[in-house]
């Protein structure tokens, strides 16, 4: 059995087409799109590892090597005074001092004020490496 056959199969198994599914049936579409393309490479079972680890990171906005340093081409201004940026090769990191230090949004921590609570964001170091 190819993979285009086994996808569909799948996806069909899951309720994916159906109009009642997720994205009224176009997941399953959305999908099967991908896997033909994928399938029409031609990957043997090394490339296409490769091929799908890094499709995946791309496609949730994660970077493919280690952020260095910021520069000023590495980030956007994000608010009027001009004092908040967001890197954009993360979009999850700013800075709220113009760049001296970063944090990461999507990283949780204990709040030392109140150590049974989580706060949002967590300050990092350069270079910084996305898992």
């Known amino acids: ?21 997720d994205y009224g049936g176009m997941l399953g579409t959305s999908v ?5 393309k994928f399938a029409e490479q031609g990957h043997s079972g090394c490339s296409a590892e490769l091929v799908t680890q890094c499709a995946a990171r791309l496609m949730r906005y994660k970077p493919l090597t280690s952020i260095e340093q910021p520069v000023d081409a ?3 201004v994000c608010d009027i005074d001009e ?8 979009s999850s990191l700013f800075s709220g001092d113009k760049g001296k ?3 990461n ?3 949780r921590r204990r709040c030392w004020w109140k150590p049974w609570t989580w706060a949002r964001g967590w300050f990092v ?7």
Do not use: C
């Open 125 to 131: 170091s350069f270079p910084y490496t996305v898992k």
């Open 1 to 21: 059995m190819g993979l285009v056959v086994y996808a569909e199969y799948e996806l069909d198994q899951a309720g994916l087409f159906d109009k009642d599914s």
């Open 32 to 36: 099967l799109e991908l896997i033909e």
């Open 105 to 107: 949004v999507n990283l």
């Open 74 to 76: 590495d980030w956007n």
């Open 83 to 90: 004092s908040i940026f967001q890197h954009r090769r993360l």
């Open 101 to 103: 230090t970063w944090y």
